[in-house]
């Protein structure tokens, strides 16, 4: 089973990375956009049947290694 887990900086951390895009972008005329956070997204393939255990494994993973718990938040999916 695939699951995909979907990290970001929790809000109120300084986001130097989207700061950057955001400039470039209203460099290159792309005035109406807001506020850019940059995350990362990562899949894995789960040797699991169950769609609510493939979902903890996930979870479980994300809060040992994928994601720093005192910066990021991070969100998981069952996606296929």
């Not at 972008?25 to 393939?45: K, M, P, Q, S, T």
Request: aromatic share 2%; net charge negative; hydrophobic share 50%.
């Amino acid at each position: 089973m695939k699951v995909r887990v979907t990290v970001m900086l929790k809000e109120g951390v300084l986001d130097p990375q989207g700061k950057a895009v955001e400039h470039a972008l209203h460099v290159l005329d792309f005035g109406n956009v807001g506020e850019v956070r940059i995350g990362r997204v990562i899949e894995l393939e789960v040797d699991e049947t169950d769609r609510e255990r493939a979902r903890a494994q996930a979870d479980a993973m994300a809060r040992a290694l994928l994601a720093n718990l005192v910066i990021e938040d991070f969100t998981t999916e069952v996606i296929g």
